[in-house]
């Protein structure tokens, strides 16, 4: 899978060691998706790769549904021999992981104090 190597390539040249975890902790997600895709059938892998830890204790991972539900149809119709989703994959991942960090890490930001009127 495209994206794996990618992701890959991008852990080992990460100056940070916070994202390079990230990086590392998403590369095991995709791997775990590639063996379940190969040994289940569609519903019950759709069900089980919403439940991979996307989210802490995937407690938010159903905000995360529909990006996701179409990375993983993407992954696993490319586990499955269609080869035309390898880039498909990427878009959809592009996708859910900018709605991730929007949604999950910018809560965590510390906001901006107010400029005075």
């Not at 990230?22 to 089980?48: P, Y």
Request: proline residues 3%.
């Amino acid at each position: 899978m495209q994206l794996i190597d990618d992701l890959e390539r991008r852990v080992a040249g990460e100056p940070s060691l916070f994202q390079a975890q990230l990086l590392r902790e998403d590369i095991a997600r995709l791997r775990k998706l590639q063996e379940m895709a190969r040994s289940l059938e569609h519903q019950e892998f759709l069900d089980k790769g919403m439940r991979v830890g996307w989210t802490q204790g995937d407690a938010r991972t159903a905000e995360l549904r529909e990006p996701l539900e179409a990375l993983l149809d993407a992954v696993y119709r490319f586990e499955r021999g269609d080869i035309k989703q390898n880039m498909h994959i990427g878009e959809c991942w592009q996708v859910l992981h900018r709605i991730r960090m929007e949604r999950l890490l910018g809560c965590l930001s510390t906001p901006a104090p107010r400029l005075a009127d």
